[in-house]
């Protein structure tokens, strides 16, 4: 698991993301992609963002960027992201994202170079008509105020930083020209060029087999210790997260549902979701010992996008559902404990 060795040591904010609510106005219903995510990241910090397929992972990420597909909008909340400038960061220097135009200026500067981001398909971050040479020279001077030839060394002693091979040559090669692994360190090496404060990866090894993936992994984890950027790394698997990440946010339908530091998440998980995730994890022994013992699934699915459910919306799949109570009130995000909150009616001492 990643090293905890700061833990106890408090850190400076870096983005705060406050009852933040992403909303999909469509002639069939409103999909509530996000729906009031409370969320911090500290500086240099890497916290993980788990859960099912359609429960406002990437979304929230996209809100960050102000990369919303339309109809999508912020329909409330605040981004407050906290700029550093020359080394030293301060309270003037919050911005608060949400209140700008996604095309506005202020978004504009901060989004590519402070916050980056890598998609999942690396393909759909490159063009497959320009080198990768030419795409990352123009994010560069998009930021910086630099010559091309100044870019095209920066985009080299990148290139070299993500450990792509030949870097001096393979900078003219198209995207066609690259391995699939090679692709998604050039689109890291995009992403990096500007030195961001914050790196945003959306299930970055996804399209990739699991050598190439271990390989980004272990890329990805000695970046960030070499430029104390911070990661929100957002992925449906719970493994990656258990090397990856300091802090986990589990997410199940636009809302966190439990939030921890990486060990409590593994060894004392409390929420029905976060658990049932974890038993949905191939175990070794299980797999040598017996091939067919099957997975534990959680039972159900995640509800249709336009379906709202009255109270607690994990009631039609929790093993652990009280009549009564989980289907009639949503429950609250409640802190445990210091560093360890969860939205869940098992933990409220009132019901
Ligand atoms: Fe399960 Fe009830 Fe907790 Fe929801 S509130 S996760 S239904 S026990």
Not at 247 to 268: A, P, T
Request: aromatic content about 4%; some cysteine.
């Amino acid at each position: 698991m990643a090293s905890d060795e700061n833990a106890a040591e408090p850190r400076e904010t870096l983005l705060e993301i406050r009852n933040l609510k992403t909303h999909f106005a469509l002639d069939e219903g409103t999909v509530r992609a996000v729906d009031g995510v409370d969320l911090e990241i500290g500086r240099g910090q890497v916290v993980g963002v788990v859960g099912e397929s359609g429960c406002g992972k990437s979304m929230t990420a996209m809100s960050v960027m102000r990369l919303i597909p339309p109809p999508g909008r912020i329909v409330e909340g605040a981004i407050r992201f906290h700029r550093q400038f020359n080394g030293r960061a301060g309270a003037a220097d919050i911005i608060d994202l949400a209140q700008f135009e996604p095309n506005s200026r202020p978004v504009r500067d901060i989004r590519g170079n402070q916050i980056s981001m890598v998609f999942q398909e690396p393909m759909t971050a490159l063009s497959p008509v320009r080198t990768v040479g030419k795409q990352i020279t123009e994010a560069i001077r998009l930021h910086q105020n630099v010559s091309k030839a100044e870019a095209r060394d920066i985009a080299i002693e990148t290139l070299a930083r993500v450990k792509m091979p030949n870097p001096a040559q393979r900078i003219d090669d198209y995207p066609f020209q690259l391995s699939g692994g090679m692709r998604q360190r050039a689109v890291i090496a995009m992403a990096l060029a500007c030195r961001p404060q914050l790196l945003i990866a959306d299930e970055p090894t996804t399209a990739l087999d699991v050598t190439t993936e271990a390989q980004i992994l272990d890329l990805l984890r000695a970046l960030q210790a070499e430029s104390g950027m911070a990661i929100l790394y957002i992925t449906h698997n719970l493994g990656v997260v258990a090397e990856m990440a300091e802090e986990v946010v589990v997410m199940y339908l636009g809302k966190v549902v439990e939030r921890s530091d990486v060990d409590s998440i593994f060894y004392d998980p409390k929420h029905p979701y976060t658990r049932g995730l974890l038993n949905s994890i191939p175990r070794l022994e299980t797999v040598v010992q017996d091939k067919k013992e099957k997975l534990n699934a959680i039972e159900g699915m995640v509800p249709g996008p336009y379906q709202r459910l009255r109270g607690c919306a994990f009631h039609p799949r929790c093993p652990d559902f009280m009549p009564g109570i989980c289907d009639q009130t949503e429950p609250e995000l409640i802190q445990l404990e210091p560093g360890h909150s969860v939205r869940c009616h098992l933990f409220n001492g009132s019901d």
